[in-house]
């Protein structure tokens, strides 16, 4: 029986005293042993940063690891249990690690594959921060690692034309409105989890070009913007071999992304040997990437509105902003391919 999400049903003495968001931000982990409050400092250190700004913020962490853990944990426990290993970091890196990516792409056609299950939770997460929005609102979305790619997979499939998405929600995204809202899904919600109002979306550790690779036709599709005013910044660290830039991949990525090098915590050439790509919170920590995702929200907040097209002038500033955030931390010449 599907999972289905009740609708919400508020009176007038529920709404009383309630704050409407004028912004979501939205955040996606990537693989490994990732904890549900892996956005926590994240959060904490925003709300420092924009102080009684963040009020105006609906903050929605997307939490997918449920999906695949149970069954990696219990491969693990077997194996402690069975025999004798050693190089076990090593091992709770390859078995946690690695089996998220193989695991996403795995059979993902058929119905209930983990590509599926994943893009349940993000269009649920998306539902709820439209909830906090009360409508249709400006989304920023922070994604890291393989959090990147099931994105990039939720987007692209999003913008397919009815039927022609091969695997996911969106073959018939109608089919999973009870799952999703617990109703039928309305022009506007389905809109919103088309990914229409995002207005932002900041990438860090974003491992998209190993996908790529993957594909024996080198077929490299970026999503399109989803509106005029989108844009997308990816930050990368040249020391973490996990984070890759994105502009070097062309076919559209070189003038759809917008690649910043940083300098993140926890960075350099230990990390090379360390058996664990970086977490979310080595880089959502880091003040580099906390300007840019902070200035992002506070251009977004200037602008007092709740719909991204009532806005034209919001990307030239918000992304002037973010440029003038990174220019401290991309000090080396650059090498992006602009």
Not at 33 to 58: M, S
Not at 189 to 200: M, P, S
Not at 202 to 208: D, R
Not at 245 to 272: E, F, H, N, W
Request: aromatic letters at 8%; proline letters at 6%; glycine letters at 8%.
């Amino acid at each position: 029986m599907p999972r289905s999400r009740k609708p919400a049903k508020l009176g007038a003495s529920d709404l009383e005293g309630f704050r409407v968001a004028r912004i979501a931000l939205m955040t996606l982990h990537g693989q490994g042993l990732i904890l549900k409050d892996y956005a926590d400092d994240l959060r904490r250190q925003l709300a420092q940063r924009l102080g009684t700004a963040w009020e105006d913020v609906a903050f929605e962490p997307v939490y997918c690891q449920g999906i695949l853990q149970p069954s990696m944990r219990a491969v693990w426990q077997r194996t402690l249990s069975g025999s004798q290993v050693r190089q076990q970091e090593w091992r709770t890196f390859i078995l946690f690690g690695l089996a998220d990516m193989v695991g996403l792409e795995a059979r993902k056609e058929l119905p209930g594959s983990t590509y599926e299950q994943t893009q349940l939770e993000i269009a649920r997460k998306l539902l709820a921060a439209r909830d906090q929005l009360g409508g249709n609102g400006p989304v920023v979305f922070l994604t890291h690692s393989l959090g990147c790619q099931m994105l990039s997979n939720y987007l692209y499939d999003a913008q397919c034309a009815p039927g022609q998405a091969s695997a996911g929600i969106w073959r018939n995204i109608d089919a999973h409105a009870l799952e999703i809202a617990g109703h039928p899904l309305s022009d506007d919600e389905r809109a919103f989890l088309r990914g229409d109002t995002i207005a932002c979306w900041v990438t860090t550790g974003c491992n998209i070009p190993v996908f790529v690779a993957a594909d024996k036709h080198m077929r490299i599709r970026p999503i399109q913007a989803p509106n005029g005013h989108f844009h997308w910044l990816n930050l990368y660290d040249p020391d973490d071999p996990f984070s890759w830039p994105l502009q070097p991949l062309g076919a559209g990525y070189d003038t759809l992304v917008q690649d910043m090098r940083i300098k993140s915590t926890g960075c350099g050439p230990a990390l090379t040997r360390r058996a664990e790509p970086m977490r979310p919170s080595d880089y959502w920590t880091d003040d580099d990437v906390l300007r840019v995702v902070s200035g992002a929200l506070d251009e977004l907040l200037a602008e007092s509105a709740l719909e991204v097209t009532a806005r034209p002038g919001w990307a030239a500033s918000a992304a002037s902003s973010m440029r003038a955030s990174a220019s401290s931390v991309d000090t080396a010449p650059s090498d992006n391919h602009t």
